[in-house]
């Protein structure tokens, strides 16, 4: 039975995890590179920082252990994770920030379904609530975006599309990830993103070379901030938790990060309806998290450093 200090320590993760996504958009705004040039530098730093801890703890020794249906979960998240970013990153080019990341992480509904008819994590009736609520926020804020059109519907589009890649990318890491440890899962997954980016870069005929100081700075804080104490710390709770609160908890991004834009990118103003849609989707968050059976998460261990974390 795991303990009530356990289960704060990965729900402390999340919160992390939450607030570190939120700077991704802005990391991303200010860098000059293209998308998916962008996405493969940060998932390829992040490969090469998680690299010492990889080796430290005999990460490599387990990738090298990894079965069929291993490698076939790995492969599904991969894939997944790269369209997700690559349609994300082009979508934060055509519309605004706040619009792109509360549709990018319009996903929810989809992942609970899935968790509660195909994989025996049933969602209980005060977590759909509080899932459709959050969901009606992003619903409220992405309304204020459709007078524009044009672009922006496009890059509308695009987020949403880059969402159900999200979806996808979280049902198979719950998977994966109760069988393997957090570090060798998220170098595998992160480093074969990185290479389906790359050569997305190379086919569209963008320079994959970057030299410029700050756009590596922004590479590595790319790295650092959104995809290690971000995605990383979403992985090392999908173990403990069901794919449906981490793909609700993912929906905190687009306040975090509507935040930030109005901080820190010019012409970024939220509107009364982002607002309004903003508070809906902190009250959803809040039941779904305050909503949980602890019971129904228990998940067997092999030991206690098993997470590698």
Not at 118 to 132: D, F, H, P, Q, S
Not at 286 to 305: F, M, P, Q
Request: contains cysteine; aromatic residues 10%; hydrophobic residues 50%.
């Amino acid at each position: 039975m795991r303990s009530s200090g356990e289960f704060s320590k990965v729900y402390l993760a999340i919160g992390v995890a939450m607030v570190s996504i939120s700077f991704a958009s802005i990391f991303i705004k200010w860098s000059e590179s293209p998308p998916f040039v962008i996405a493969y530098y940060r998932l390829g730093f992040t490969c090469l920082i998680l690299l010492p801890f990889l080796v430290r703890y005999g990460g490599l020794s387990e990738i090298r252990s990894f079965s069929g249906r291993d490698w076939m979960l790995v492969l599904l998240s991969g894939v997944a994770l790269s369209f997700h970013f690559g349609l994300w990153i082009v979508s934060l080019s055509l519309t605004l920030v706040s619009t792109s990341v509360i549709l990018v992480t319009s996903h929810p509904i989809f992942v609970a379904a899935i968790s509660h008819f195909l994989m025996n994590e049933k969602v209980k009736k005060i977590a759909a609530a509080g899932i459709v609520l959050a969901f009606s926020g992003v619903v409220t804020i992405s309304l204020s975006d459709y007078s524009e059109g044009g672009s922006n519907l496009m890059g509308d589009l695009m987020a949403f599309l880059g969402g159900i890649c999200a979806g996808i990318y979280f049902l198979s890491g719950r998977v994966a990830r109760q069988r393997v440890s957090v570090l060798p899962y998220a170098f595998t997954v992160y480093g074969l993103s990185a290479v389906i980016l790359m050569c997305s870069a190379a086919i569209v005929g963008d320079e994959l070379l970057v030299t410029e100081d700050r756009e590596i700075i922004l590479f590595i804080l790319l790295a650092i901030v959104p995809t290690i104490f971000g995605h990383t710390l979403f992985n090392y709770a999908l173990k403990k938790v069901p794919a449906h609160i981490i793909s609700t908890s993912v929906l905190g991004e687009p306040v975090g990060a509507s935040i930030l834009a109005f901080l820190l990118l010019p012409g970024e103003v939220p509107g009364i309806l982002i607002i309004a849609g903003g508070c809906l989707v902190v009250l959803g968050l809040y039941i779904v998290l305050n909503g949980r059976d602890k019971g129904k998460y228990e998940t067997s261990e092999t030991s206690a450093e098993s997470d590698m974390l």
